[in-house]
Every structure is written in structure tokens, then in C-alpha cells.
């Protein structure tokens, strides 16, 4: 199935001057992050869930594959349908008191996004993202999307 997602990563300690591909050079706060993704292309869903449960990729392609080697996954919220969300949560969460914006540019560069990873000092509550990913689905949305939770002990 084909959908969007959302990982919930923790960093347990400060980065500095990570290389983000041809982005730059960033520092990392410690903390949680959210990466806000679609997963549209071959595999879909599942094939997109393996490769970010994977700490490094021998080749990063996209930005997050710098920084996941770095985080600890805890978990993914997953959307499966036909619609892409992933600007609609990223308003969301630009919109919400708390969540900051640690790169701009990050992730966004097939979108009007800002960014697509967001940061907050602390673990964020269950019902932030069941109020950014609820907050996005229309009463006309489709009857055949599925929204899962998937958590994880990625120490």
C-alpha cells in the first residue's frame, strides 16, 4: 500500500556539523524529531518502513539517511490510501507551539514545504500526531485509508 508517514526519532546526544548532503553542515540539539515522508513509489509503504528501520544506508538519497544513523527510531505513524499529506501535517506542525523547524529545506526539495523534519525537546504526546494526521483527513477522504502506529526499541 502507498501512503504517508510520519517517523518519531530520538537523538540522545548533541550533533555537530553533520553533513546533510549537498544542505550543508548542521548541529543537531538532542531531543525528538519528526520526519514527515510519502512513500508513493515502488514498494510503497513497506518497502519505505525497511529502509528507515535500517540505521545506515551504504548510499544516503534522501536527507534523513544522514541523520537516522545518528537517532533512535520509536516509532512511525503511517496513513495508507491515495492521498499525500505530507504538507498538510508539515503546516500542522509548523503550527504548533513547541515544534521548531531544525533545517530548512530539509527533506522538502519535491515540495513547497519549508521542511519536513521538525524538533522538539521533548517526546511529544501521543495526541500531537493524532491531531496533526486526523487534522488532515477530510470527511470526503476516501473510506479505504488505514492509519497504523508502528513502535519501536531502536537502541
Same mark, same amino acid.
Given at each position: 500500500?502507498? $501512503?504517508?508517514?510520519?517517523? *518519531?526519532?530520538?537523538?540522545?546526544?548533541?550533533?555537530?556539523?553533520?553533513? %546533510? /548532503?549537498r544542505? @550543508?553542515?548542521?548541529d543537531?540539539? #538532542? !531531543?525528538?524529531?519528526?520526519?514527515?515522508?510519502?512513500?508513493? !513509489?515502488? /514498494? @510503497?509503504? =513497506?518497502?519505505?518502513?525497511?529502509?528507515?528501520?535500517?540505521?545506515?544506508?551504504?548510499?544516503?538519497?534522501?536527507?534523513?539517511?544522514?541523520?537516522? #544513523?545518528?537517532?533512535?527510531?520509536? =516509532?512511525?505513524?503511517?496513513?495508507? /490510501?491515495?492521498?499525500?499529506?505530507?504538507?498538510?501535517?508539515?503546516?500542522?506542525?509548523?503550527?504548533?507551539? /513547541?515544534?521548531?523547524?531544525?533545517?530548512? $529545506?530539509? !527533506?522538502?526539495?519535491?515540495? @513547497?514545504?519549508?521542511?519536513?523534519?521538525?524538533?522538539?525537546?521533548?517526546? #511529544?504526546? #501521543?495526541?500531537? *500526531?493524532? $491531531?496533526?494526521? *486526523? $487534522?488532515?483527513?477530510?470527511?470526503?477522504?476516501?473510506?479505504?485509508?488505514? %492509519? =497504523?502506529?508502528?513502535?519501536?526499541?531502536?537502541?
Amino acid at each position: 500500500m502507498k $501512503g504517508s508517514y510520519i517517523l *518519531l526519532l530520538q537523538l540522545p546526544q548533541p550533533l555537530v556539523a553533520l553533513q %546533510i /548532503g549537498r544542505l @550543508g553542515s548542521y548541529d543537531f540539539a #538532542p !531531543g525528538y524529531y519528526l520526519y514527515v515522508g510519502s512513500a508513493f !513509489g515502488p /514498494g @510503497g509503504l =513497506e518497502a519505505r518502513i525497511a529502509r528507515h528501520r535500517s540505521r545506515s544506508q551504504a548510499r544516503p538519497h534522501w536527507h534523513i539517511d544522514y541523520l537516522r #544513523p545518528h537517532t533512535r527510531l520509536r =516509532e512511525i505513524w503511517t496513513v495508507a /490510501g491515495p492521498t499525500r499529506f505530507e504538507c498538510r501535517w508539515c503546516r500542522a506542525l509548523m503550527a504548533t507551539p /513547541g515544534v521548531s523547524i531544525p533545517v530548512r $529545506g530539509f !527533506g522538502s526539495r519535491d515540495t @513547497g514545504c519549508p521542511a519536513h523534519l521538525f524538533y522538539l525537546p521533548h517526546a #511529544p504526546r #501521543p495526541a500531537l *500526531l493524532t $491531531g496533526v494526521i *486526523l $487534522g488532515a483527513v477530510s470527511v470526503r477522504q476516501p473510506a479505504e485509508l488505514l %492509519i =497504523e502506529i508502528h513502535s519501536y526499541d531502536d537502541e
